[in-house]
């Protein structure tokens, strides 16, 4: 009667974790940037009540007998397709179609060089949020505050290597555009 208990109560808490990941897609279903996420189940182990038999001249033998011990969740992994577009009006604002992510990184970076302060060592950070601001020095920034990095064009790079660098917007810059094969 406990076994049977205890079989129940893990159904019942692996569905509140399902019912958990999905009120959390819910409430961020407005969020940019947001990945929903999705709950799997696998079964728990076994416990074995009886061994099988070995076959005989007259008899085929038994099988095992087994019984369940319930449920447990496997995984909760991220759905990683696109999301809805969506018109903004920004200029600023861009979206990923297909794979892909923006590299985002803090640093400091120095005007005029737009390779100095770019973060080598540093751990580089990536999201397919794309509701860009511009700073008081002109830098692209997430609403994080994080930079946006992007390449050196090739044809100003110094040694053909292509250099990350931070992405500066010029005062009285117009017509900002992203290239769509931009790596």
Known sequence: ???????????????????????????????????????????????LQQTGGASSPGFGGSNAKQIGLGVTVGSIGNLMGAGSFQVTGSSLDVAIQGDGWLRVANGTPTSGNPTAGTPTGAAMNYTRAGNFT??????????????????????????????????????????????????
């Open 134 to 183: 511009q700073n008081d020095k002109g830098y692209l920034i997430t609403t994080d505050g994080y930079y946006v990095v992007g390449k050196v064009a090739p044809d100003t790079a110094a040694s053909g290597s292509v250099a990350d660098c931070y992405i500066q917007i010029p005062d009285g810059a117009s017509n900002v555009a992203i290239a769509p094969t931009a790596r």
């Open 1 to 47: 009667m406990m076994r049977a208990m205890f079989t129940a109560q893990s159904g019942l808490m692996s569905h509140q974790i399902l019912l958990d990941v999905t009120s959390n897609n819910l409430a961020n279903v407005n969020t940019i940037g947001y990945k929903a996420s999705r709950t799997t189940f696998q079964d728990s182990l076994t416990q």
